[in-house]
């Protein structure tokens, strides 16, 4: 339920007048912050959801601990690179991670639909759990209800989790400061395109696959290096221009990116030229963005190329000393202009 509704940016596009949730509610772009501030956030206002932070922070007896809680509703089941089952488990502890917490325990929720093969489940349930140890977690509650056939989509999932931070750093919208450097961890987009190349029947010359990955190790080896830490945030729906505009407007920073220093596949670039779609609001399931103090940008790509998940990591931009508190992207050919925050949904049901 994080995000806030960036009042300083306008939309391109009419939306709706909410009278009913449709598909575009659910995009991580304009229409689905403003579901979540009119809809939960006026009914559940506290000190913690007002933190608008992928994990609540609270303390208890001096510890401080993060939690968080995600449902993955993804069409097919199955797609190059994951599945529902290690989509769930790495969404919940990547929530974790953006906190800078260690993630320690798991629930898992299931919403079956009657039909589904029981072997279709069983493989779910087996990939959540080779996930788990991927990612030093435990699965240790969860819950069971079927549905009748035709009202739902095969399974969804629903996981929380909780981890413990150890550290005594604020990793939170409101602590960057004007000149921290703008890092992204790997290169952007392989997730929602390979999802959609299944559904499409697209095929490519090179083997596309998800970049679905547990982002704790990556971010508790830059914790280790003492990087200086200021935000952190997955890439999930909306992609890096829903991240970016969402800290923006959280820590009334504004934030100055570089087209030609994101990376993308040229055959991400291809498909999402081909679709219609901007790779930059594209969803991944194991990238994330980083703000860091710049004198410490060159020691965090160093720590981030040790880990598997992260290969091509880039410093993309910076948070600069002015107002208002929006989102400036220089193309390839030198041009400025603001990058807004998606309208809706790009692509439905992808994680």
């Known amino acids: 339920m994080n995000g806030q509704t960036p009042e300083s940016l306008s939309c391109p596009l009419p939306l709706p007048q909410d009278e009913q949730i449709t598909m575009i509610h659910g995009g991580g772009g304009t229409a689905m912050h403003r579901l979540i501030e009119r809809v939960f956030k006026s009914q559940f206002d506290n000190d913690l959801l007002r933190q608008d932070h992928d994990a609540a922070v609270f303390a208890v007896d001096g510890t401080r601990f993060a939690f968080t809680t995600d449902s993955f509703v993804i069409q097919p089941l199955v797609f190059p690179g994951g599945d529902i089952g290690s989509l769930a488990v790495y969404g919940t502890v990547n929530d974790l991670a953006m ?52 009202h739902g989509d095969g399974v969804f999932i629903n996981t929380a989790g909780i981890g413990v931070i150890e550290h005594g750093r604020v990793i939170a919208p409101r602590s960057i400061q004007p000149g921290d450097a703008v890092l992204v961890s790997g290169d952007l987009g392989r997730h929602g395109i390979a999802v959609m190349a299944v559904r499409e029947g697209l095929e490519f010359e090179t083997t596309l696959t998800s970049d679905c990955a547990p982002l704790a190790a990556p971010v508790l080896a830059l914790l280790r290096e003492n990087v200086a830490i200021r935000c952190l945030r997955d890439l999930t729906r909306g992609g890096l221009t829903s991240a970016v505009n969402e800290i923006a407007a959280a820590s009334g920073r504004a934030v100055h990116l570089r087209e030609s220093a994101i990376p993308v596949r040229d055959d991400v670039r291809g498909a999402c030229e081909l679709l219609g779609l901007d790779p930059l609001a594209v969803a991944n399931e194991g990238r994330f963005v980083a703000i860091v103090d710049h004198s410490d940008a060159d020691r965090a790509l160093d720590t981030l190329r040790g880990h598997a998940v992260d290969t091509t990591p880039a410093v993309i931009g910076e948070v600069l000393d002015s107002s208002p508190a929006r989102v400036t992207i220089e193309s390839r050919i030198g041009s400025v202009r603001i990058l807004d925050m998606p309208s809706g949904e790009q692509l439905p049901r992808i994680c």
């Open 99 to 150: 906190a800078g917490a260690r993630p320690l325990y798991l629930s898992a929720g299931f919403i079956v639909e009657a039909g589904l093969p029981t072997q279709v489940l069983s493989d779910i349930v087996a990939s959540m759990q080779r996930a788990a140890e991927a990612s030093n977690i435990q699965i240790v509650t969860g819950d069971t209800k079927v549905v009748e056939h035709g």
